[in-house]
């Protein structure tokens, strides 16, 4: 395996800021532009894809890797560093780098931490520091997709500042109510599709708008709104960026909008496809899940005679704990297709083990695109902000162990 070492001369990073913003996404959008065949095509879905052939000994080094040293590069930063060893222009990544927050982290008040599990604790309260740290917040604070309003009555207990939570799930609205009224919270929880054109709020007082994972469409909506009624503060941390009506993305800065490139929902996936707060026993559901997949997918082929992926439903992971045979049967209905009497379905799963092993080794090349598409995300919302007037920074709210989601973005209007 060739070692993790960067081609060329080092590169000294620096603090993505308003002074690079620009810089970073123009520079960012290139890479992506130059090198589209091989981050765009899935080799999940295509078996053998277009860049192949132009990128040869990428494609026979990843084939070439041990289970060992595949492992390896489950980590993003030597993924990036090993990947350089063909694709030098990948450096590009070291340019810039997004700072850690410095806000010392708030403790739950007694008691108002019930219910929420540690690590989401930890990214409620990280965010709450952040938002909170300096010029706290001065007057009513909106909170987008607030669920139970857990992040709400923490940032009402920071700010001691009222707090309109939207949460569109009625039952969560119910749930977070009663957790209000028994934690004494300033916070109101009210049911709104925050996506209705005819969205309608009383935005006279209100001193900051926030989204803490609120998904595509959901965050987008709350950076509209606030922009159009020229919020003095937004805090925003974006996830799930493909998790959108529109089947090719809308891009909302100047830059995003003169770019060339055009993204459908599959393609923004690639954005979050990365899991570092997984377990073990995650991994390994995920690992059978892929290959039963995999092995369904050469069945159908089999039984249909298109030899072509075809897309098949999530299923509940507690699924996971009956056969290989019990969930081909389960898909084989689903798509409406009949199972003949006599299937071989061990040797099915032998032949999925060694598809899947090369599947993994060239998606590794997507994958090492992966934070270049994030930042380009990321940064599409930071110069849409700035052209609406706003001072916009971006850090990180906590460590990525936490979430790998841990960019927040900032924005005041002076």
Known sequence: MRPFIVIGHPMLSSSLSSLNYQDAFNGIDCLLVQFQPIWRESPFTQDHPSWLSDHGELADALQNLSDDELEELEDESNLIAWTQNFLPELALLERWQIAPGQAPLLSAPKFSDVGIPGRKLTQIMSFTSAVTAGKSPAGPIIDWC?????????LHFASRQRVLALEYDPKLCEQGTLLNQQQQA?????????????????????SLHTALHACGDLHKAMLSHACRHHAPQIALSPCCYHLTKEPHYQALSRAGQNS??????????????ETVTGGERVKRLRQQELLWRTGYDL????????????PT????????????????IKMAHWQQLSLPGEVDFQDILHRAGQKLAR???????RLGFRKAL???????????????????EMSQFCERGITPRNTLIQAWRD
């Open 146 to 154: 607030s669920g139970k309003g857990h992040l709400a009555r923490q």
């Open 186 to 206: 300033d916070v109101s929880l009210i049911k709104q599709d925050v996506l209705d054109p005819a969205l309608s709020l009383d935005n006279s007082k209100v």
């Open 260 to 273: 060339e490139l055009t993204l459908t929902r599959s393609q923004l996936r690639l954005a979050v496809m």
């Open 299 to 310: 069945l159908q082929r089999q039984l249909t005679g298109c030899d072509r992926y075809q």
């Open 313 to 328: 439903p999530s299923i509940n992971k507690a699924q996971l704990s009956g056969t290989f045979e019990d969930y081909c």
């Open 359 to 365: 599947i993994q080794r060239l998606e590794k090349a």
């Open 374 to 392: 994030e930042w380009w995300l990321l940064l599409d919302r930071v110069l849409y902000l700035e052209e609406q007037g706003y001072r916009v």
